[in-house]
């Protein structure tokens, strides 16, 4: 649980913001200087405001009325950065325990072997923190963070520096320290994409204000979808199980309460939750289940909302079996001529090659 | 004087050993006690903002541009036996520096402190912020995250300053002279010893193998501090 009520004012930048959240990956998006990492800086201790207070967990932080500002070493928030920022004169292995000396005895719940095992940095160890790649040098700095079994960790864009198969692999680590150590997480992020899959709630921030909070799904690109090409970036997330290879054309069946749904891939690790990223654009709507269709994914739900402006665009969102939340983009044409509405019960359709299988890859 | 005089006597009168035992002293006190002070204004200056920042940066490099002699004459008017200040930790703490080997280690002191602070300073900013607030996050206190991250991470800037600081030290003139005189056993160090030596009718050869003494620490200390110099840069590099 965090709770932030603060202002805080530098120059001519102002940053106000009062939420909570209980979510287990709290995520902070917005442009770059809307005030996402001040306000992480703000949580960690790096930084403290002119007004207000920050709970997290139940532990006060930061009153102004009481006067009270717990300093970044007695918090116990791990802090990631985007460039890992290991200390270059130790090597890994004390870079990793430097903050397990600080932290008292009693406290130390989190065992080294398991962090270093589920983040693979075992045969790193020796080497100097200067000799790691960059996804090294990222699973190192979160190994060094979970250490110091933080009440909360915080990370600062931490797979911004990295490419696309490095941010896969840290996104599923990211999930694995969420599920095996359960310490929650503030996420920092620019990026949709690892908001979408591994965020439980999302705040968007615009110059230094709050503008919105809620699901990723619905939160994210809220603002900007009726926008030219801002209907791409509308993602939703659903949390499957990896079920049976089809071995004979290649197909894996994912199980959702909604449905199966079918990829055109091999996603090993069977029998994982993973979260499968649908666009919006790739989903169509239809009252009964069509027949004569090359549509293999086929997903019950009900309308719970019907979202249009001026544009000729509408986004239907869709609550599925099971819960998830589910977002098609379409046009007021079709809401007009299917004659759609709240409370409606339709079948969301999914190409099978719209979903990317090299992100159900890492995230299985 | 020719050649032949001074090739088959490296051989150091008593009087030349005093002077390099006696620099060496000095030059090694100086170091050893204005180290942990340039150390802690070089951080201060290098990461702090307070009133008196550029004031306090000018007053260090002082030394630097003035005449030597006015340094040392500053010295005398502050610390000497009959001023209020040297009177008083004469009195109550036993220090006299006036005319004593601890007089010529402190104006060295004096002197070399710009150059001690200089390459420490440029360690301090070279060094990313951020990695101290890694440590504090990580628990770590100031005075932990000093001793733990950014001192060991200065230490090539530290090592770099006090060899230039020792070898300018051992080089003091000027201000040592006038503040402390040039008396053999006592202040009498290897640069007074050669102003000494060329003042008498025979003492060039003494004077020349005095300063291939001290240019030999010299050059010494210079290759020592770029080797070491080079080797940090290559650990920050990450090799």
Known sequence: ?364 | MNLSDFAPSLQFSPQELTAIVLSLKVAGTATAFSLPLAVFVAYALARWRFPGHAALNAFIHLPLVMPPVVTGFALLLLLGRKTPLGAFLAEYFGIVFAFRWTGAALAAAVMSFPLMIRPIRLSFESIDERLALASRSLGADPLWTFFLVTLPLAAPGVIVGSILGFAKALGEFGATITFVSNIPGETQTIPSAIYSFTQTPDGDADALRLAAVSATIAVAALVVSEILQKRADATRAGK
């Open chain 1, 1 to 364: 649980m965090i709770g932030v009520d603060i202002k805080l004012r530098r120059g001519d930048f102002t940053l106000a913001a009062a939420f909570t959240s209980k979510a287990r990956i709290l995520a902070l998006h917005g442009p770059s200087g809307s005030g996402k990492t001040t306000l992480a800086h703000l949580v960690a201790g790096l930084a403290a405001p002119d007004e207000g207070h920050i709970v997290v967990n139940g532990a006060l932080l930061v009153d102004t009325a009481q006067r009270l500002f717990v300093p970044p070493e007695k918090r116990r928030i791990g802090l990631v950065f985007q460039d890992a920022l290991l200390f270059p004169h130790f090597d890994v292995k004390t870079n990793i325990l430097f903050g397990r000396f600080f932290t008292p005895k009693a406290e130390r719940r989190v065992p080294f072997e398991a962090v270093v095992e589920t983040l693979g940095v075992a045969h790193l160890l020796r080497r100097r923190a200067g000799a790691l790649s960059g996804g090294e040098r990222q699973r190192v700095g979160l190994a060094r963070a979970l250490l110091c079994s933080p009440r909360l960790l915080v990370m600062d864009e931490p797979m911004a520096s990295l490419d696309y198969d490095r941010r896969q692999e840290i996104m599923t680590l990211i999930e694995r320290l969420r599920d095996e150590f359960s310490i929650p997480i503030l996420l920092v992020s620019h990026a949709a994409d690892e908001i979408l899959r591994l965020a439980d709630e999302v705040i968007s921030l615009e110059r230094g204000g709050i503008v919105a909070q809620g699901l990723p799904s619905e939160t994210l690109a809220a603002a900007s979808r009726y926008t030219e090409g801002g209907r791409f970036s509308v993602v939703s997330a659903l949390v499957a199980h990896v079920g049976a290879f089809d071995a004979r054309y290649g197909v894996t069946r994912l199980a959702h309460p909604s449905g199966e749904i079918v990829v055109a891939a091999h996603i090993v690790n069977g029998d994982r939750k993973v979260r499968a990223l649908i666009n919006a654009t790739d989903v169509a709507l239809a009252y009964r289940k069509p027949e004569n269709t090359s549509i293999r994914t086929v997903l019950l739900g009900r309308i719970v909302a019907i979202d249009e402006d001026a544009s000729p665009l509408a986004f239907v969102r869709l609550e599925l079996e099971g819960g998830d939340r589910l977002i098609s983009a379409t046009t007021r044409l079709s809401v007009a001529e299917m004659n759609l509405s709240v409370g409606a019960q339709v079948y969301a359709l999914v190409k099978s090659v719209a979903l990317d299988e090299r992100e159900l890859r890492a995230n299985a």
